[in-house]
């Protein structure tokens, strides 16, 4: 019997973060903005998580934060959105679905998923899927252990946010597994430092 995991999606088992880091590089160069991306991108997340606004309002809201002109902003968003919607599934999750179960634990929606998977020519009957889910929730997390009958001890969580994916695993008693793009090395004791003397 394959075991099960849960994972987070959005940078976790696509490409999302730098998908979007490209799309805000391009509209820096092309309005000859005054910041850097990687600010930008903090900004717009940081609203996104912390609103009621939908995901293109905010975009508009941290452009316009930016300095692009209203009236530049929907070329603006043109642009973004070409750039943005060219995520790609991470390298290797084929190999993940050959050896495990997955549930897929996210804060986004199913259908753009979906969509992705497709393209990607992986088949979607595959999955369990808990959508939307307001991150960090422990109440979601547990019922997802619940309804797909695992022990929180045996099971393994995915993600690459250490609050919203990591914190209510490990309260749960799962096993965490951290994956970033933008981290060279991970370690777990500050005695581990040792190896880079």
Same mark, same amino acid.
């Given at each position: 019997?394959?075991?099960?995991?849960?994972?987070?999606?959005?940078?976790?088992?696509?490409?999302?973060?730098?998908?979007?880091?490209?799309?805000?590089?391009?509209?820096?160069?092309?309005?000859?903005?005054?910041?850097?991306?990687?600010?930008? #991108?903090?900004?717009? /997340?940081?609203?996104?998580? *912390?609103?009621?606004?939908? !995901? $293109?309002?905010? =975009? +508009?809201?941290? @452009?316009?934060?930016?300095?692009?002109?209203?009236?530049?902003?929907?070329?603006?968003?043109?642009?973004?959105?070409?750039?943005?919607?060219?995520?790609?599934?991470?390298?290797?999750?084929?190999?993940?679905?050959?050896?495990?179960?997955?549930?897929?634990?996210?804060?986004?929606?199913?259908?753009?998923?979906?969509? #992705?998977?497709?393209? /990607?020519?992986?088949?979607? *009957?595959?999955?369990?899927? !808990? $959508?939307?889910? =307001? +991150?960090?929730? @422990?109440?979601?997390?547990?019922?997802?252990?619940?309804?797909?009958?695992?022990?929180?001890?045996?099971?393994?969580?995915?993600?690459?946010?250490?609050?919203?994916?990591?914190?209510?695993?490990?309260?749960?008693?799962?096993?965490?597994?951290?994956?970033?793009?933008?981290?060279?090395?991970?370690?777990?004791?500050?005695?581990?430092?040792?190896?880079?003397?």
């Amino acid at each position: 019997m394959m075991k099960t995991i849960i994972m987070d999606f959005n940078d976790t088992i696509d490409n999302t973060a730098a998908s979007e880091l490209r799309a805000l590089k391009k509209l820096i160069k092309a309005f000859k903005l005054k910041t850097i991306a990687s600010e930008l #991108l903090i900004n717009l /997340n940081s609203m996104y998580l *912390n609103s009621s606004l939908s !995901y $293109d309002k905010c =975009v +508009k809201k941290t @452009l316009l934060k930016a300095g692009i002109k209203k009236e530049l902003l929907s070329k603006a968003m043109k642009i973004f959105k070409a750039e943005a919607d060219e995520i790609k599934i991470k390298a290797g999750f084929k190999e993940v679905l050959k050896n495990f179960n997955v549930i897929i634990f996210t804060s986004a929606s199913k259908e753009p998923i979906i969509k #992705l998977l497709k393209k /990607n020519d992986i088949k979607t *009957n595959k999955f369990i899927f !808990y $959508d939307n889910i =307001v +991150k960090p929730s @422990l109440k979601e997390l547990k019922r997802a252990l619940e309804e797909n009958g695992l022990d929180a001890r045996k099971t393994y969580y995915v993600g690459d946010d250490i609050i919203r994916d990591m914190l209510p695993a490990k309260e749960l008693g799962m096993k965490t597994i951290i994956i970033s793009d933008y981290v060279d090395y991970n370690i777990n004791k500050l005695s581990e430092l040792i190896i880079f003397k």
